[in-house]
Structures are given as C-alpha cells and as structure tokens.
C-alpha cells in the first residue's frame, strides 16, 4: 500500500479480491491454525524524526539543551488523524503537537512539537489519533502473522 514501485497496470473487478493475501495471511489470528479477521484498514500512526544526532554505538540521540523541535507524520489510511501527542517521559505524559496542513484525505500528515529539553536522559513517544478515536497502543498487541503493528515510535535522548 506504500511501496508500488512494481505496480504494470490495474484491473477493476465486480467482487472483492480472494488472493492469498486475503484468504491467508493478512488476517488479525492469535494461532496460524485460526483464520481470524481480515485486515481491511491500516492502523492509526505517527513517526517522528528523531531530534539531535545518533550515537551510532548505543543507539541514543543526543541533543543539546534548548528548545527543539520534534516533528514528523502521522496517517490513518481511510480515516483521518484527529490529533498527535508527545510524550518526553516514557508514555507518562502526553502533550499535544500541532498538526500541519493535510495535503490530501489520505496522505501522511505533518506535525510538530517544540519541545524544552534539559539535561538528563529522555525516552520520546510519539502517538496519532485518528477520527474514529483509535489511538497508537504503547505496547503491541501481538497476533500470529504480526499484523497492524502501529506501536508507539519510542527514541532514547541525552541532552547535554
């Protein structure tokens, strides 16, 4: 659904599509031996671009002290995102960023968020809510071909 590099042409067809996809493999299941629900949207998401520069050894951003700014995207396929929040505390506090412009229904949307940064360690979260009130899960919930994995985007950062 984002990647159609390979895509040669389009068929229009009366019924809905029974691919192996479809029958087989993109269906929410907790056992490969159960069918389960097809997956038919695509889960609410934010990304961010993670402030600073990476510690390539350890994996950390680090950041100077200061106002920066987080940004990125967030989509809801069909739906639309209603809002993003930040979290620079692990997922204990959430505070809204301000949402850019939507290009189109469905594309990617832009947001913000400034951000105080003091010294210490941080882990940012980032999480979208789209406009049925799905919001990104902190923890993933699993299922046996690991479908929908719109897990809260989390980013380790030491502000010196």
């Keep these: 659904m984002t990647s159609v590099k390979w895509l040669a042409g389009i068929e229009a067809i009366a019924e809905p599509f029974e691919g192996y996809q479809m029958t087989g493999s993109y269906r929410y299941s907790q056992s490969l031996d159960e069918l389960g629900e097809p997956?038919?949207?695509?889960?609410?998401?934010?990304?961010?671009?993670?402030?600073?520069?990476?510690?390539?050894?350890?994996?950390?951003?680090?950041?100077?002290?200061?106002?920066?700014?987080?940004?990125?995207r967030a989509w809801a396929g069909r739906l639309d995102v209603s809002r993003v929040d930040v979290s620079t505390d692990?997922?204990?506090?959430?505070?809204?960023?301000?949402?850019?412009?939507p290009v189109s229904p469905y594309a990617w949307r832009p947001w913000r968020f400034e951000w105080e940064a003091k010294p210490g360690r941080y882990t940012?979260?980032?999480?979208?809510?789209?406009?049925?009130?799905?919001?990104?899960?902190?923890e993933q919930r699993w299922n046996a071909h690991g479908m929908g994995n719109n897990v809260c985007q989390r980013v380790e950062v030491l502000v010196e």
């Design 39 to 72: 997956v038919s949207l695509i889960n609410v998401r934010a990304l961010m671009v993670p402030p600073g520069i990476p510690d390539f050894m350890t994996r950390v951003r680090l950041v100077a002290a200061g106002t920066a700014t987080i940004s990125g």
């Design 90 to 101: 692990g997922g204990a506090t959430w505070s809204k960023a301000s949402l850019g412009d």
């Design 124 to 138: 940012l979260c980032v999480r979208a809510t789209d406009s049925e009130g799905n919001e990104q899960p902190l």
